[in-house]
């Protein structure tokens, strides 16, 4: 059974630019967390989504972030134009309830903008 | 405001002994506690949950407390080895609204020597 995927493991983008960051989770899974590790800080929850649902996005920017999880294929996080401060680690989460159930972290994609 | 504490100090042991790190939290009301592991570069690994009608858990040479009186949760490691190093990382789960929305503390960095 393998574990939650995300690609690709390391992005590197100039300011500007955008960054497409896809999680694919745990087979049988259905819901997806977003979170982000930025340097020498504990990780910080942004969106919680289900197929085709964003179900809490309290913890995204207003602005240039976005994300989705289509009914078929990967959880996909999106950050538009691109500043310095948006390096850090993204990781993906996903459960197979929504309550009092384990989050299975991938390895994480870990952004660098020049 | 909510805050979640996990000595920031890296804890160093020597082979052989217990480990105890602390995890202590305020203005918050869990329904459940987790710890995970993470190591350089990776992304956190679940190792146990415990929920807030629980004093205690265990797993292998793991255990966890939970006092909800205290807000405090403990995770001893015995019998340590050096494989055991990493950062140990506590996260809570609020009792109302979205129950995954998991809020993490800065971990603790855990170093077994021989």
């Known amino acids: 059974n393998a574990g939650v995927m995300q690609n690709p493991r390391h992005l590197v983008r100039r300011r500007g630019q955008e960054a497409r960051l896809r999680c694919s989770p745990m087979?049988?899974?259905?819901?997806v967390y977003w979170y982000r590790q930025l340097p020498e800080e504990g990780l910080k929850f942004m969106v919680y989504?289900?197929?085709?649902?964003?179900?809490?996005e309290s913890g995204m920017p207003k602005e240039r972030f976005s994300a989705e999880f289509p009914k078929e294929g990967p959880s996909i996080l999106r950050i538009q134009q691109v500043v310095r401060g948006d390096s850090a680690a993204y990781f993906c989460?996903?459960?197979?309830?929504?309550?009092?159930?384990?989050?299975?972290f991938g390895p994480g994609t870990r952004l660098t903008v020049l | 405001s909510q805050k979640i504490e996990q000595n920031s100090e890296a804890l160093n042991i020597q082979e052989g002994k217990t480990a105890t790190l602390t995890c202590n939290y305020t203005?918050?009301?869990?329904?459940?506690l987790q710890w995970y592991r993470q190591d350089p570069g990776r992304g956190p690994v679940f190792l146990l949950l415990?929920?807030?009608?629980?004093k205690e858990k265990r797993k292998e040479r793991l255990k966890v407390t939970f006092d909800t009186t205290l807000k405090q949760s403990l995770f001893h490691i015995t019998a340590s080895q050096p494989a055991d190093s990493a950062t140990y990382l506590c996260?809570?789960?609020?009792?109302?609204?979205?129950?995954?929305?998991?809020?993490f503390g800065t971990g603790t960095r855990l170093q077994v020597t021989l």
């Open positions: 989460a996903s459960s197979q309830d929504r309550d009092t159930d384990t989050q299975y």
């Open positions: 087979k049988g899974h259905s819901h």
């Open positions: 989504l289900q197929k085709e649902n964003i179900i809490d």
């Open positions: 203005n918050y009301s869990p329904a459940y």
């Open positions: 415990i929920r807030e009608n629980e």
């Open positions: 996260a809570l789960a609020p009792n109302t609204g979205t129950a995954s929305k998991l809020t």
